[in-house]
């Protein structure tokens, strides 16, 4: 991860994924330089793998809680 989105890593998943709603939005306006471009991409590659790491986390909490209700 670029230090540009070092800040990501302090984002909640809400505070993550509206930002990447705000990006996807930025990147589909097609008005924006291709240097603009590639830095929101990056940006958005950078919140989509937060999200992903917030979603693992809650899947692992929840398998562990599944599997002791189990027992």
């Given amino acids: 991860m670029s230090d ?9 998943f809400e505070q ?3 930002e990447l709603q705000k990006v996807v939005a930025e ?3 097609q008005n924006v330089s291709l240097e603009d471009s590639m830095k ?3 940006r958005g590659e950078a919140l989509a793998k937060h999200c992903e790491s917030w979603l693992s986390g ?14």
């Fill in 4 to 12: 540009q989105n070092a800040d990501v890593l302090e984002m909640s």
């Fill in 16 to 18: 993550a994924r509206d």
């Fill in 27 to 29: 990147l589909e306006q």
């Fill in 40 to 42: 929101l991409w990056e």
């Fill in 58 to 71: 809650a899947r692992k909490k929840l398998d562990e809680a599944l599997e002791k209700s189990s027992e």
